[in-house]
């Protein structure tokens, strides 16, 4: 029975098969066609046979690994390595046939290539998942067969194996590298200018051409007897919370991905950056209830926590209830934050619902509300109209997007800061109004 389930029969064969056919169907008009396709009939069995003998002779006649890592990052593209060799004595052909994950939707993958003794192969394919979660990598097939190419043998190798994957594990090291070589503006981050002394004292140097005057130091001037000026840094481990709506207006997908995960990756990356420099960070989840909580902490293992409980994230197909959210900040945040709600309201009516409780979450902390603009809107709204219903459409496009400027105009009417972004142009945006309100000394 095992014999039966490796075995199957090359495409060449039937082109064999083909022309013994025709050989048959030709005698019937030249009868001296007849002996020979008999012939022909006979040597072909027992080629058929003898590939059968060759291909099955050894048990162990090719090895091949699927090399996956420990995590896939979500939306982004990552690498899989096949590792492959054989040990029949003869020129192999290979055909492998990955079963991918049923999160993939992928059911064409086939390699093929040519192998000889000995020698070890290896290639590379890359798949990009859109959702989270655990992602099921079924049998790794390989096909081999003899230069007769009459029959395959098949090899099953590594069945059902798991990986996880996590929030965009690949954008937060990107970030992470430039947040540590202080290169964050290669990517389109600002440099902000820094306004007033709100920093923390970090030492006294002497003065060099540039620096603020209004920073000179008399006492170590009068002491030293040449000109001294204060040097501050930013104040450092000040908390910051990442709070995530994950109710149902975070479900809405662009480019495959739902708004939530957008959001998850950016608080990821965010949260790594705020780590790295010397903040504290934590993260709020919620939607009809509050299903994360993590406290803000200044530890760089800390970002393990956080990574764990993003993990697990999902929206639900309910509407958040923001007093819930407004209590818990309230009973749990003690020390003024730095607030940064990512939500998405499609229509005033739905921010003023919930404005109250934004206004009391920024009479003590600072609050950012993050939400995003529709990008099939804006080019809904770039195209030319060319009949009536195409001008009825971009006309309620308009009016969508006036909208987001007017909600977005309500907010900072009464202090609220806001980010209105579209979802590809999130992360940049979150850590540009963070370095924003450090430099400002906002918080």
Known sequence: MKFLKALYIHNAFFTYIAVLCASFILSYWISDIYPIAWLLTLVLLGLFLFDIFILFSSSESIKAQRALPKKLSNSDVNPIQIQFESFYPFKTHITIIDELPVQFQKRDFN?????IKGEKKQFDYSVRPVDRGEYFFGNLNVYASSPLRIIKRRFVFQKDQMVPVYPSIIQMQQYDFLAISNRLSEIGLKKIRKIGHTQEFEQIKDYVRGDD??????????????????????????PVYSIID?????KMPFNGLKLLDYAINSALAFSNVTLKRNDKTGLISFSKQIENFVPAVQKITHLNTILEKLYRIDTAFTDADFGLLYGLVKRKVNHRSLLLLYTNFEHMSSLKRQLPYLLGLAKKHVLVVIFFQNSELESLIDEDAEDLQAIYHKTIAEKFYLEKKLMQKELQKYGIQTILTRPEELTINTINKYLEIKARGIL
């Open 213 to 238: 005057i209004r920073t000179l130091n008399w006492k170590a001037t009068a002491k030293r007897n040449q000109l001294m000026v204060n040097q501050y840094q930013d104040e450092k481990s000040q």
């Open 111 to 115: 390699y093929s290539t040519v192998a």
């Open 246 to 250: 994950t109710g149902r207006v975070m």
